[in-house]
């Protein structure tokens, strides 16, 4: 090869590492809203503009690449991470403008991704206080392949809303979280209040939605809920029963729904620390 052509490519490359390297700022998102930086959104942690690659790396176990096949439906369609991720994002996107007038969400932003963790047989999903949302493929794919009758969008809806339910916790300074972090208590309290939360942000991103097409696509939360509940009554890591699960995210849906038509009418907004004290207060009472 032409001497002059590989300076001109090695130039190219290092200069592209170096912007690359001068772009990346290695925060994570809860860094870079405490460094008054202005990010907001929820953006695939792939995208290098939105989520640093060093924070990344450095924060997502076993990550999952972006064309990675998640399913393959029986029309021969298939989904990909990168498809599923936009999903995600739409999700959460459209509740934080729900929640833009909320002084807790402002400014915030969180990085989502698929990996793959190796201590669960059938998948997991965490969401960190680091700012970001991880879910194992697999357990995607286990909620592709709940039966028909047992599953509508809102499976994935309830599941990405319950893990940013936990953002939400993280960015109000949620009592029950710090108690389950101290070791005061097990998981079950703050997760059943993630569920609660995600049935109330279901009902408020869906406040136009008829009550027959709401009990329709609610479903779905029954589907996940059921899914996704577990007897480890006694274990750290307890969810809620699957009735329990089931329940809380039904009292957070009608609690939007006591108060639609006032939200309608611009007469109230209720904020993402208003829902969690309401949901928090139901979860330890029962
Ligand atoms: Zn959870």
Redesign the pocket.
């Given at each position: 090869m032409n001497k002059a052509l590989v300076m001109i490519i090695a130039f190219l490359f290092s200069f592209s590492a170096f912007a690359l390297g001068a772009l990346d700022d290695g925060l994570t998102p809860a860094q870079r809203y405490s460094a008054g930086l202005m990010f907001s959104g929820a953006h695939d942690s792939q995208e290098l503009l939105y989520c640093s690659p060093a924070a990344r790396a450095a924060n997502i176990p076993k990550a999952i690449d972006n064309e990675v096949v998640l399913h393959v439906f029986p029309n021969g369609g298939s989904i990909v991470v990168k498809d599923q991720l936009v999903q995600i994002n739409k999700i959460i996107n459209s509740t934080l403008s729900t929640l833009s007038s909320d002084s807790a969400v402002k400014n915030r932003s969180v990085c989502t991704g698929f990996y793959f963790e190796e201590s669960s047989h059938v998948g997991n999903?965490l969401?960190m206080g680091e700012g970001y949302l991880i879910f194992d493929y697999r357990l995607f794919q286990f909620l592709y392949a709940l039966p028909d009758e047992k599953r509508s969008s809102w499976v994935y809806e309830f599941l990405v809303l319950?893990?940013f339910a936990?953002q939400l916790q993280y960015w109000n300074n949620d009592i029950e979280v710090s108690k389950t972090l101290n070791r005061l208590q097990n998981?079950r309290t703050?997760?059943l209040a993630?569920d609660c939360t995600a049935g109330a942000l279901l009902r408020l991103n869906n406040l136009n939605l008829s009550p027959i097409l709401y009990a329709v696509s609610f479903r779905g939360v029954q589907g996940a809920a059921e899914a996704l509940g577990d007897y480890k009554k006694t274990a750290d890591d307890h969810?809620g029963t699957p009735a329990e699960r089931l329940a809380a995210a039904t009292y957070g849906s009608q609690l939007i729904q006591q108060m639609r038509v006032s939200i309608l009418m611009g007469l109230t907004q209720p904020t993402s620390s208003d829902i969690l004290k309401s949901c928090n207060a139901y979860v330890t009472s029962h």
């Amino acid at each position: 090869m032409n001497k002059a052509l590989v300076m001109i490519i090695a130039f190219l490359f290092s200069f592209s590492a170096f912007a690359l390297g001068a772009l990346d700022d290695g925060l994570t998102p809860a860094q870079r809203y405490s460094a008054g930086l202005m990010f907001s959104g929820a953006h695939d942690s792939q995208e290098l503009l939105y989520c640093s690659p060093a924070a990344r790396a450095a924060n997502i176990p076993k990550a999952i690449d972006n064309e990675v096949v998640l399913h393959v439906f029986p029309n021969g369609g298939s989904i990909v991470v990168k498809d599923q991720l936009v999903q995600i994002n739409k999700i959460i996107n459209s509740t934080l403008s729900t929640l833009s007038s909320d002084s807790a969400v402002k400014n915030r932003s969180v990085c989502t991704g698929f990996y793959f963790e190796e201590s669960s047989h059938v998948g997991n999903a965490l969401s960190m206080g680091e700012g970001y949302l991880i879910f194992d493929y697999r357990l995607f794919q286990f909620l592709y392949a709940l039966p028909d009758e047992k599953r509508s969008s809102w499976v994935y809806e309830f599941l990405v809303l319950h893990e940013f339910a936990h953002q939400l916790q993280y960015w109000n300074n949620d009592i029950e979280v710090s108690k389950t972090l101290n070791r005061l208590q097990n998981s079950r309290t703050p997760e059943l209040a993630a569920d609660c939360t995600a049935g109330a942000l279901l009902r408020l991103n869906n406040l136009n939605l008829s009550p027959i097409l709401y009990a329709v696509s609610f479903r779905g939360v029954q589907g996940a809920a059921e899914a996704l509940g577990d007897y480890k009554k006694t274990a750290d890591d307890h969810h809620g029963t699957p009735a329990e699960r089931l329940a809380a995210a039904t009292y957070g849906s009608q609690l939007i729904q006591q108060m639609r038509v006032s939200i309608l009418m611009g007469l109230t907004q209720p904020t993402s620390s208003d829902i969690l004290k309401s949901c928090n207060a139901y979860v330890t009472s029962h």
